[in-house]
């Protein structure tokens, strides 16, 4: 089992506070500019795979036995080979710890411990304060960001301080606009009741008016977070998606 940290914007940060979030969307980057065929492999797999980037050839090295994603890459000379990608939220079965905004509001040396708070609260808290031990090495690391005034970003959380332990349920790929109104809503975006609980006898047409509505909910915050980074929904890019429990 792994354990690998992934950011959390502050209101998907609340949202998981309050069990409202089980999936996340992340642009899968390493093929964003390619088309290709998804599929997935289960036989072992041990060696260098290629993968094709917007900047050349990058090579990993891999031990796998299963749930590796893999794609058809149609080359120049339309030479069609199969990649192995490796996903960089894990697989199921691995573990997530949330990276959110924070700050230190005190430290103490004789103990090699800082008081660490959260931009993100819960029940109506103002804040949040967790005490957080650190090994030497990590304390000196880490000590300087008590003298940085204001929130600090989620690059720069230490994987100590992690309030938000997420157990990986399973990954999958597919393009952002296939998102339905289950997983906007496992998204943890709030949604009208009506779409929430749809009448089983609700006519077509209001089925399709609940995924349009739902779908813009989505792409507004989407597009927050991802279009000037050249990811927005109109690209439609190919994202991972990736569901989770709360630990």
Request: proline share 4%; aromatic share 14%; hydrophobic share 35%.
């Amino acid at each position: 089992m792994k354990e690998i940290g992934i950011i959390f914007s502050t209101p998907m940060v609340q949202a998981t506070l309050e069990n409202r979030k089980f999936m996340t969307r992340r642009v899968c980057k390493d093929i964003a500019d390619h088309d290709f065929k998804w599929g997935l492999d289960r036989e072992p797999y041990v060696g260098n795979y290629q993968v094709f980037t917007k900047t050349g050839p990058r090579k990993w090295d891999w031990i796998t036995l299963e749930n590796q994603w893999l794609y058809d890459l149609q080359t120049a000379v339309d030479d069609s080979r199969t990649y192995l990608l490796k996903c960089p939220y894990g697989q199921k079965g691995d573990r997530l710890y949330v990276k959110e905004t924070w700050k230190v509001i005190s430290v103490d040396d004789s103990k090699q411990s800082m008081v660490i708070t959260y931009k993100a609260v819960q029940d109506g808290c103002v804040r949040a304060e967790i005490e957080v031990k650190f090994s030497p090495e990590r304390y000196a690391q880490f000590r300087k960001f008590y003298q940085k005034n204001g929130w600090q970003s989620p690059y720069f959380m230490p994987k100590e301080a992690a309030r938000l332990w997420l157990d990986n349920e399973g990954v999958r790929v597919e393009r952002l606009q296939d998102i339905t109104v289950e997983d906007v809503i496992s998204e943890g975006l709030e949604v009208d009741n009506e779409i929430k609980n749809p009448d089983p006898s609700t006519h077509d047409s209001i089925k399709n008016w609940n995924l349009a509505w739902a779908q813009h909910v989505f792409r507004e915050l989407w597009d927050k977070l991802n279009a000037k980074r050249g990811y927005g929904w109109e690209i439609n890019p190919w994202v991972w998606v990736v569901e989770f429990k709360r630990i």
